[in-house]
């Protein structure tokens, strides 16, 4: 499944805001959004940052993604009860 994500900005370098993103450093593109800095949250999807986003509004999401895989794993371990 693909989703856009948010993550803290690391650090900048010319265009390219480098994230954490899932344990490690990685770089997505901010050609396509003004203002960001080191510290903000922004969404991003194969390799690009989509948007801006507030830090509470980033937790939230970020949790509700938690909540909906350990959700999805359950139904499989339902599924593989029923088998």
Do not use: K
Not at 24 to 29: D, F, K, L, Q, T
Request: proline content about 4%.
């Amino acid at each position: 499944m693909c989703r856009a994500v948010p993550a803290r900005v690391l650090r900048i370098e010319q265009n390219i805001a480098w994230i954490e993103a899932e344990g490690r450093e990685s770089p997505v593109s901010l050609l396509g959004i003004d203002g960001v800095s080191m510290g903000d949250y922004v969404f991003h999807h194969a390799g690009l940052a989509l948007a801006r986003v507030e830090p509470e509004e980033a937790a939230a999401i970020l949790a509700a993604y938690d909540e909906l895989e350990s959700l999805y794993s359950l139904d499989e371990l339902d599924g593989e009860a029923d088998a």
